[in-house]
């Protein structure tokens, strides 16, 4: 069970499109619902980035959701809040014209091509009136949790197991780029060898941007997301369908944590989520799973996982 995911700045340049109404607000909160759900969302139903924060900013057309939810440090500053999407800057876009979702199309191609932990400049040249360069990674992928902490090091805290006999099966990690490139050299190359795209291998830095986990007791799963949360704007996070899911805030200790169930019909999922510094950072972590696995009286037991005093 592997989520892949989308690095922020990759994504972002996606946007740099005169077709694409201004304001659209690519914020950490959104970006992080759409790496969970690329395979999901994008594979499974074949639709473009654009098409997704068009759904993801529509879905409460018609609701007047005014509420939202804050997490607070114990010297009373807002750490962490939580909005309906409907009160955010987003525009909608319905849909993409084709000539930009060919473009898109070419992207995820090449992202597909990329081996784990790489990361490329690539100049695509159809479809791309404006010769934008994109940055395109694949983030790194693990099989073992010893391997995976070697790589996050003390950048955020991932458990070896989590409570109820979750024991790791798989993880990813995405670190920075370092943006190092000529697009004129690019633009040459493409000319020269009359490719469709060129592209050209960029370096990765040793910050971490986001950690992908999945632990497996048998035939039940948890996912864990943990981020680096210091660059997400007003520390705000926007959701779909705020309305319809049921949520509490627990402390643990001095620590608040926002539980969430929404029942999807077919199956409750139910999730977990608290920001806290780690190495200096504020970082998110999120705790998802569907059914019995997570519950508002375990939610103590899960996040303890991660706190140093109990390591």
């Known amino acids: 069970m592997k989520i892949p995911n989308e690095s922020r700045a990759s994504i972002k340049e996606l946007f740099n499109d005169p077709r694409i ?16 759900n690329k395979e999901g969302f994008f594979v499974k139903y074949k639709v473009s980035i654009l098409v997704a924060i068009g759904l993801f900013a529509s879905i409460t057309t018609g609701y007047a959701a005014v509420h939202y939810y804050q997490l607070k440090n114990p010297q009373g500053d807002v750490i962490y ?41 690539a100049y695509i040249v159809p479809h791309n009136p404006n010769k934008r360069v994109i940055t ?51 633009y040459q190359q493409a000319e020269n060898n009359k490719k469709e795209y060129v592209e050209q291998p960029l370096e990765r830095t040793n910050e971490m941007d986001y950690v992908d986990a999945t632990y497996q007791a048998g035939e039940r799963y948890v996912n864990v997301h943990i981020s680096n949360f210091d660059d997400a704007v007003g520390n705000t996070v926007y959701t779909a369908n705020l309305d319809k899911q049921k949520k509490e805030i627990v402390k643990v200790g001095q620590l608040e944590i926002l539980y969430t169930e929404e ?49």
């Not at 790589?151 to 197991?161: E, F, N, R, T």
């Open 136 to 186: 395109i990674t694949k983030p790194f992928e693990y099989e073992t949790w010893a391997a995976l902490q070697e790589k996050v090091a003390k950048q955020a805290i991932v458990p070896k197991a989590l409570p109820g006999g979750f024991e790791f099966l798989n993880g990813k990690v995405e670190t920075g780029v370092k943006r190092e490139y000529s697009k004129e050299a690019l």
């Open 21 to 36: 109404p201004g304001q659209i607000d690519v914020t950490t909160s959104v970006m992080a619902r759409i790496k969970q």
């Open 81 to 121: 809040q939580e909005k309906d999407v409907s009160q955010s800057t987003v525009n909608t876009v319905q849909k993409p014209d084709s000539e930009m979702e060919a473009f898109l199309k070419k992207r995820w191609e090449i992202e597909d091509r990329l081996e784990p932990g790489t990361a490329v400049a």
């Open 263 to 311: 029942d999807r019909g077919d199956r409750v999922d139910k999730e977990m989520v608290w920001v806290m510094e780690t190495a200096g950072k504020q970082v998110q972590y999120r705790v998802s799973s569907s059914g019995a696995v997570l519950n508002k009286n375990n939610v103590e037991k899960f996040v303890k996982a991660f706190l140093p005093a109990t390591k």
